[in-house]
């Protein structure tokens, strides 16, 4: 087994670690960790000052001490330079018993609380609740995840400097996957303060049913998720300072459903005019165009009160369940009902889909109705207090925005992500029926697979190619039209939104990504798809600083040379924007972007390399 294979696979190992090592009284001399793994010295362990930066591993936040590590990361040069890292920090108060679940579970978030000890902060908590990542090509998926879950994470160089711009990235995975990544690469690379989060998901995150009102409206907004994101905010304008950061110089910034995020934070009334942050960047993510009110929510939850009753009591058939449903709902005893199930049931109902996957957890759930959705989507609820009664793009169309620069773009084929990931939520007679191979070819596609041998053969499927993975329904070049379809209107989308708030005069700098060097078959199945340019943001190429897996399968020693000039080139771009809200304003950058202007008269720049070298182009 190769070692990007062996890494691929220890890395999910490692996300299901969930250790957190708390001290009672402060600890002056405290273990030295092991050089070979940290590099970390005893002289390194000086508390700092509260509210300054000392260059120390111990560091004075709101809520007391706390002790993090020295962690050595590889440079896209291939040298080696040393962090600090600071991994599950509180940012809110967390429920650690089943009696605060039930009090804290979709409420607010309060302030995380104080501290008299020293808290080791060294390896990151718990993802919130989720079912099994799809990403780990994993055929024994478990659901993940604790309601203990709210911490951050906190990169930054082995420097003195102070006043380092921040950047807090909200992770995507459509919001009901995935938790705050690793960003030692980005706070290496381009000398900053590199935070990011877990924050509450699917219905945890978003939800209200009757009967959990409580008067308070930020309680009875239902957003929770986003309430998550406002406090985290508040926690490192109150907290950036002691890490070497500057508040006044915070980047928000978030890919796919994290991109969703930050656009509900932009246009949440809670943020304006309070400099909680001062730029924006957002990634593969379109912007919200409809609105959805707490009865819409409501009416979720009666469907999925349903389900449980379904589930729970066999005597009831679907319809007469969802009669039952609507009655406990009218009665206002939805919310008494679900601020006491357990968490792994709330998971088991909200994500049915690849139940067989779930069996040992969720073995009680039955068929359901043809006409009967296996999924919930929760989007947050448009309230007027969190969010604004209209929707985000007439809130951007009416200047009702936080108006700060933003840095935003998409890939040339967005949909080739979803188009190739049905085998993660289809059975195999499904995918049968499609004339897909079976699950467990593409797990062994995905995981064993070498992008520097293509044309090695795989255990029962050969040498693969596109026609193999490719559904009947589209052969290679039916797919390819497919999706240039779908990126333009990807595009449309763009030149609206862009339009819209150049009118408010807000300095917008669009991209376009185009790089799909991958070796055959993925140059064609995966493509410039959607989180294909998040390893060159995130300055890595490492398995380990890569979220989503779709993408290690097309690095090779081959693509090596141009990958790396155009991550280098890419950030140039972040580096100054970060800085200056401007990508042109620092560094020399490779060529100027000229920021957007309206939908009539506008340029993007396009990100693209060769083998060698990158390519960056300025067009439509």
């Known amino acids: 087994m190769n070692t990007k294979v062996l890494s691929r696979r220890l890395r999910f190992i490692n996300r299901l670690i969930a250790l957190l090592s ?29 509210g300054e930066w000392s260059n120390s591993l111990q560091v004075n936040t709101s809520e007391g001490t706390i002790e993090g590590i020295v962690r050595n990361v590889n440079t896209l040069d291939d040298a080696t330079t040393p962090v600090y890292a600071w991994l599950g920090i509180p940012y809110t108060k967390n429920p650690k018993t089943p009696q605060e679940v039930s009090q804290l579970r979709w409420k607010a978030p309060q302030p995380p609380e104080i501290r008299r000890g020293l808290l080791k902060t060294k390896v990151r908590m718990p993802q919130c609740p989720q079912p099994p990542d799809p990403d780990a090509f994993d055929m024994n998926g478990q659901i993940q995840g604790s309601e203990d879950c709210r911490y951050a994470n906190i990169w930054r160089p082995k420097t003195i400097e102070k006043n380092l711009p921040v950047y807090v990235d909200i992770h995507g995975g459509g919001g009901f996957l995935g938790q705050g990544q690793d960003l030692a690469h980005i706070a290496a690379e381009h000398n900053v303060v590199a935070i990011s989060f877990n924050y509450r998901l699917s219905l945890l995150g978003i939800f209200n049913a009757p009967g959990l009102e409580t008067g308070n409206p930020l309680d009875d907004s239902g957003n929770f998720a986003i309430l998550d994101g406002l406090q985290l905010l508040e926690w490192v304008q109150q907290n950036a300072t002691a890490f070497g950061g500057d508040p ?13 995020f930050v656009w509900a934070l932009m246009t949440s009334p809670l943020t304006q005019g309070r400099n909680l942050f001062h730029r924006a960047v957002i990634n593969s993510v379109p912007i919200r165009t409809e609105i959805n009110t707490v009865t819409d929510n409501n009416d979720t939850s009666r469907r999925l009160l349903t389900h449980y009753l379904y589930e729970t009591d066999r005597s009831l058939n679907f319809d007469d369940a969802s009669e039952k449903a609507t009655q406990l ?49 929760f989007p947050p609820n448009n309230d007027g207090i969190t969010q604004p009664l209209v929707s985000e793009v007439q809130a951007v169309k009416n200047g009702d925005f936080e108006q700060v620069p933003v840095l935003m773009g998409a890939t040339q084929q967005e949909a080739k992500f979803f188009t190739v990931g049905r085998w993660l939520i289809f059975d195999d007679s499904k995918l049968k029926e499609n004339g897909q191979p079976s699950r467990q070819q593409f797990y062994t596609l995905f995981n064993q697979f070498d992008p520097d041998n293509p044309t090695m053969p795989l255990p029962g ?65 995966v493509g410039a798809t959607h989180t294909g340019d998040l390893p060159f943001w995130l300055q890595t190429f490492e398995a380990d600083g890569n ?12 693509n090596r040379p141009g990958r790396i000039d155009l991550a280098k080139k890419m950030g140039v771009y972040f580096r100054n924007f970060l800085r200056n809200g401007d990508p042109n304003v620092g560094e020399t950058p490779p060529r100027r972007w000229t920021q957007w202007r309206n939908a009539i008269f506008f340029k993007r720049m396009h990100f693209n390399a060769s083998d060698n070298r990158a390519d960056l182009v300025m067009g439509r």
Request: glycine share 8%; with cysteine.
């Open 461 to 525: 499927i050969g040498v693969p190619t596109a026609e193999f993975i490719l559904p009947d329904s589209l052969p290679p070049a039916k797919y390819e039209k497919r999706q240039k379809i779908a990126g333009t209107i990807g595009t449309r989308l763009l030149t609206t939104l862009g339009a819209n708030a150049a009118k408010s005069h807000v300095p917008i700098f669009v991209y376009r990504f185009l790089w799909k060097n991958q070796p055959k078959p993925f140059e064609t199945v």
């Open 547 to 558: 979220e989503y897996q779709m993408q290690p399968v097309g690095f090779s020693r081959e």
């Open 22 to 50: 708390t001290s009672i009284f402060l600890i002056v001399n405290f273990m030295v960790l092991s050089p070979s793994a940290y590099a970390a010295s005893e002289s390194e362990v000086i508390p700092n000052v509260e």
């Open 329 to 377: 709902h009218q009665m206002g005893e939805s919310g008494s009902i679900f601020r006491n199930i357990d968490t792994t049931t709330l998971i088991c109902l909200v994500n049915r889909i690849r139940a067989d996957d779930l069996v040992d957890q969720c073995g009680y759930l039955r068929p359901l109705p043809e006409k009967e959705s296996s999924l919930f989507i």
């Open 248 to 260: 006044n110089l915070v980047t928000l910034g978030g890919y796919s459903a994290g991109g969703s």
